[in-house]
């Protein structure tokens, strides 16, 4: 549903579909992305772990006799383990929007992970914007546009990303426990139409943090 405001009146545009999506098939999709997702972030989410680690051991007193390290194939890994997640996602908000009883989903997070995955892809144009400090250019496409300005100060290409209170950064103003939410929401807003679909998707492997317990606490990694 899209509403367009013009003065004291409002229209409402209702969104359709085309007649091949009836019956069970938007929902087939969204497990099929779900589960997409769900793999993405394991593979992702374990890499940051890693990288956060080698930031933090430094700090620890006394220092870890056996240091945690990265090779330059993993370090590459993350970065391409988390364009495959921004894909992932963005074919679940696809399915999403064509199911019959989407969750709901902050808006927030549904725009600035298409932009994000949007800059990904289209990488050549937008890496001499937002990979130069202070920006002395603006990106030419309106997602582009839009990312920069709801992020002055960050770009979209950091694959470590990590908050102490958020925990891992698939972008900015979104964490891994929101995309974790959303594949949980879809998973029960499709059983809920199709009881048959329970169980398709495999369980989430335990993540690779220890999460806050008390204010004040940090996401900590936790590599087992």
Known sequence: MKLVGSGRRT???MATRDPYFEGTMPERQALAWAAAVRRQLQRWELLVAKHTLM????????PPEFP????TGEYWEGETER??????????????????????L??????????TRDLNEHWDENMPVFQVSPRTSKPKRASGKSFADRNPRHGPYCWWAWDS????????NVAATQIHELVEATITAVVLVQPDMAGVVADAAPRPWKAPLRAGDWWWPELG
């Open 11 to 13: 229209v409402v545009f």
């Open 83 to 104: 364009h495959l997640l921004l894909n992932s996602i963005h074919n679940l908000l696809k399915a999403r929007r064509l199911m019959k009883h989407p969750p709901d």
């Open 165 to 172: 209170q958020r925990g891992p950064l698939v972008s900015p």
């Open 68 to 71: 945690t390290t990265m090779t």
């Open 106 to 115: 902050d808006p927030t997070v549904a725009k600035e992970v298409t932009e």
């Open 55 to 62: 930031g933090l051991e430094p700090n620890l007193t006394p």
